[in-house]
């Protein structure tokens, strides 16, 4: 499983229900909803996929293997957009 971390340069904001992610280099932003703002928050606190996946399962009406499943592809996502690097510890 790998580890990912989000770019440092990255900014965040959460609005509402939602989080905003620009890309301050090249101006683009990127909208989450309130779940994969909660998977983001979780995820600068530096818990591990899996502990996100229970914590999404724990507040949303998923499984834990679904919220993994779910958490993979919004970071594959994000690495694909440049946001996010894979592989880190």
Do not use: R
């Not at 499983?1 to 965040?12: D, I, R, V």
């Not at 703002?37 to 996929?49: F, N, P, T, V, W």
């Not at 996100?52 to 293997?65: F, G, H, L, R």
């Amino acid at each position: 499983m790998s580890a990912y971390q989000l770019k440092p340069e990255l900014l965040l904001q959460k609005v509402a229900d939602e989080m905003v992610l620009l890309e301050p280099e090249s101006g683009e932003y990127f909208t989450l909803n309130n779940v994969g703002a909660d998977m983001l928050e979780q995820l600068q606190q530096g818990k591990s996929a899996q502990q996100i996946a229970q914590y999404i399962a724990d507040i949303y009406d998923v499984t834990a293997e679904q919220a993994e499943q779910d958490f993979q592809v919004l970071m594959h996502d994000l690495v694909q957009a440049n946001l996010a690097e894979a592989g880190v510890a």
